[in-house]
Nanobody, 120 residues
């Protein structure tokens, strides 16, 4: 069974940092683009960052540019989101998704999310 799982969330003070991880498990033949999304309390899920399969191109939401960095380790089929200078508005659940080549072809998978709370 193919799964994505996020980890690394928690409670952090404004201005602090967290590093989120997204790990894939199961029988996976290849991995394409990976993305991170953020869902603030009571709001819709929004795009945060993306990285191509080769890791050579990244994209960020304007709200996180200069503060967040997305990266990946294709050998481990894992992705990361380094978050710095965190603000209260960064609070919410962070989800990763990835395009994975599995037995049935390419599919998009989502993790279950990890909670980030930015508060003093």
């Amino acid at each position: 069974q193919v799964q994505l799982a996020e980890s690394g969330g928690g409670l952090v003070q404004p201005g602090g940092s967290l590093r989120l991880s997204c790990a894939a498990s199961g029988t996976i033949f290849s991995i394409g683009a990976m993305n991170w999304f953020h869902q603030a309390p009571g709001k819709a899920r929004e795009f945060v960052a993306s990285i191509t399969s080769g890791g050579d191109t990244t994209d960020y939401a304007d709200s996180v540019k200069g503060r967040f960095t997305i990266s990946r380790d294709s050998a481990k089929i894992a992705g990361y989101l380094q978050m710095s200078s965190l603000k209260s508005e960064d609070t919410g659940v962070y989800y990763c998704n990835a395009h994975l080549l599995v037995a049935g072809g390419w599919n998009v998978y989502w993790g279950q999310g990890t909670q980030v709370t930015v508060s003093s």
